[in-house]
């Protein structure tokens, strides 16, 4: 394959690193289970990536019960030099529920940064490392720099822009205070930092259900993050997953050990701004009761709802309330879950 050259800095894709000798740079871990239909974008985007310095790929597949391993290990045939792969026969987050990348890709990393992207997410730049890692060079008091993303619901077919603009530039100096707020969300699959963050974010037990924020809130005390306007990769949102799960008691528990996070980081910086504080148990109780919402399961509505107040410092938008009043009339609760659901998708798909 050609070499592209670029300025006075020699551009190599993935493919044409297998032949270098120099220190890996960039260790990419992605973390894959039953990505068959996904993991190719994920693979492509990581191998078009065109730098100055050598990557290696770190892939820990959690066996995987569809092809997606069959898929890997075609690519780690072409590719032997740069893939760093560990096919489980047993599942492991089962056992561990978070901490995949701390217990399986992290050790195996050789690269002086490390770039996150899960296998049903993918990269659509190809010189995203290249300026993630240049800006970290030449800035050594920052330790993690990220970028935009788009958003792709497989179950709808629509593709949602960014509205990162409502948070970058943050409007908040502090970044804890930021992320207490829910005022600057880290897409992970865009996220590079400095390895040694990585083996220190590691000594710490996550308890919680999300791994990567339990992570940037231990990581914001030890170094400065770069948020880089572009878009760089593709979120997609699954009909199945930790997030989304269609067992909405899944889905519950996830967003309550969520929640539990905030609430730990809280007691464990002796954190006092009751402003923020409040705005925060406002924005995630929001977000979750939103969720179950337009799940359309009236009983679990109310189920949380009822939850919720029990907690006096928690201040609901009026909505929720109406959506309660709503849960006991079950057609006007399915009524109005619909029209808003079909608003919503409407919205987005005449900006597109």
Known sequence: MATEVQGNSEQMTGSEKTTQNRPVMVSICCLTYNHENHIKKALDGFLMQKTDF????????DASTDGTAQVIREYEQK??????????TENQKSKFRTGMNQRFNFPRATGKYIALCEGDDYWIDPYKLQKQVAFLEQHPD????HTDAKKYDLKTGVLWESDMKKYHPGKRANLLDALFACEYPVFTCTAVFRRELAEYAAQFKNEFAAGDYFMWFHLVAKTKFKFLPEVTAVRQVLEESATQSK?????????????????????????????IIRLMKRVKRSSSLNRIFYSGCRPYYRQFYDQIKEDHSV??????????ILSFIPFSFTAINRVLKWVRVMKVRLKS
């Open 54 to 61: 050598p990557y290696e790929i770190v892939i820990h597949d």
């Open 315 to 324: 201040q609901l938008p009026f909505k929720f309330s109406l959506y309660y």
């Open 142 to 145: 920052y330790g993690l720099i």
């Open 79 to 88: 590719y032997p030099a740069i893939f760093k792969t560990l096919y489980q």
């Open 247 to 275: 067992n909405i008691e899944n889905a519950i528990n996830f967003w309550n050990k969520d929640y539990e996070m905030y609430l730990f980081f809280i007691k464990y910086y002796k954190y006092d701004n009751q402003e």
